[in-house]
Nanobody, 116 residues
């Protein structure tokens, strides 16, 4: 299991920005593909952004052009920069490695609320 701790969530107004951070541990962090996911009550958890060990990125259509995923392997950290936030972005956000995702391991997440 890769130990992951998410932070950076909070309450923001529509159109605002937040940067989420995910700090991991383990010798092989730099080898994992990483993703940011989000979930609201009654809805399936969805992948919003992914970055491979080589730095290739992919985004859900709903966030494309607004969110940016990046990683700093020297700090065992993955970031999600969220701009132009909408109320529909309100959710608990989780980061995860592909390794842990396959095994159903999740951290506590961080709450993002977009409201006026």
């Amino acid at each position: 299991q890769v130990q992951l701790v998410e932070s950076g969530g909070g309450l923001v107004q529509p159109g605002g920005s937040l940067r989420l951070s995910c700090v991991g541990s383990g010798r092989f962090f730099n080898t994992y593909h990483m993703g940011w996911y989000r979930q609201t009550p009654g809805k399936q958890r969805e992948l919003v952004a992914r970055i491979t060990s080589g730095g290739k990125t992919n985004y859900a259509d709903s966030v494309k052009g607004r969110f940016t995923i990046s990683r700093d392997n020297a700090k065992n950290t993955v970031y999600l920069q969220m701009n132009s936030l909408k109320p529909e972005d309100t959710a608990v956000y989780y980061c995860n490695s592909d390794w842990d995702y396959k095994r159903g391991y999740w951290g506590q997440g961080t709450q993002v609320t977009v409201s006026s």
